[in-house]
């Protein structure tokens, strides 16, 4: 496992429920990253934070909402999902924004939207 | 938009085989170039980086970069049945900011 942690590892939620997604990593980096893996699409950036602020966001659903509380732990809260949404969410962790950025992936969590 | 380009696969080689994971992409003044190893039920994991071109070797690995053709390959010597899983390929931009842009993969499968 790599220094980067998620919970909960996987997740079953209604359409109408409220959840969150949490993240940690123990790398001393200051980028932290939400993507979306779906089945046969390329990887998706959905967010990222860098020193706390948000520096992306890629045109993301508004029922996706993330929160950067400080540069190690990162959330994503979850409200009124579609199914479509189901798919596996992948945080990363990288030092910055520079060309030999290395970002390190956590183990995500298996959403499944019913 | 920026693409990244891979054949799905799935490539069939037998172990101790070379396996050659190729991928090509769009964006001519891309910078950074990265290999993921993602077993299946799991997540990316680091296996490669090469930001110049020519070849980059680490064990069993290496990956090659041609800017000029706008392709870069990993290459794994001795291939072993551990190594079936799905490659990604990454790739960064200059003034990208943060983004990464993925391949959709190759599945590799060695078989013994």
């Known amino acids: 496992e790599t220094g980067v942690t998620q919970t909960p590892r996987h997740l079953v939620m209604g359409m109408t429920n409220k959840k969150s997604l949490k993240c940690e990593q123990h790398l001393g980096h200051n980028a932290m990253y939400w993507y979306k893996q779906s089945a046969k699409k390329p990887l998706e950036l959905m967010f990222v934070y860098s020193l706390e602020e948000r520096v992306e966001n890629n045109s993301v659903p508004s029922r996706f909402s993330p929160e950067c509380p400080n540069s190690s732990h990162l959330f994503l809260h979850l409200h009124t999902l579609q199914p479509e949404d189901s798919a596996l969410y992948l945080c990363a962790s990288s030092q910055g924004p520079s060309s030999y950025n290395e970002q390190f992936f956590g183990p995500g969590t298996r959403l499944t939207v019913l | 938009q920026k693409e990244v380009e891979q054949n799905s696969g799935p490539l069939s080689v037998p172990e101790g085989a070379i396996a050659s994971l190729n991928c090509t992409y769009s964006d001519r003044v891309s910078q950074s170039f990265f290999w993921y190893r993602q077993y299946s039920g799991k997540s990316p994991e680091l296996i490669m980086s090469?930001?110049?071109?020519g070849d980059k070797e680490d064990g069993r690995f290496t990956a090659q970069l041609n800017k000029a053709s706008q392709y870069v390959s990993l290459l794994i010597r001795d291939s072993q049945p551990s190594d079936s899983a799905t490659y990604l390929c990454a790739v960064k931009g200059v003034g990208s900011g943060y983004a990464l842009n993925f391949g959709k993969g190759t599945s590799l499968l060695v078989t013994p």
């Open positions: 090469i930001y110049s071109n």
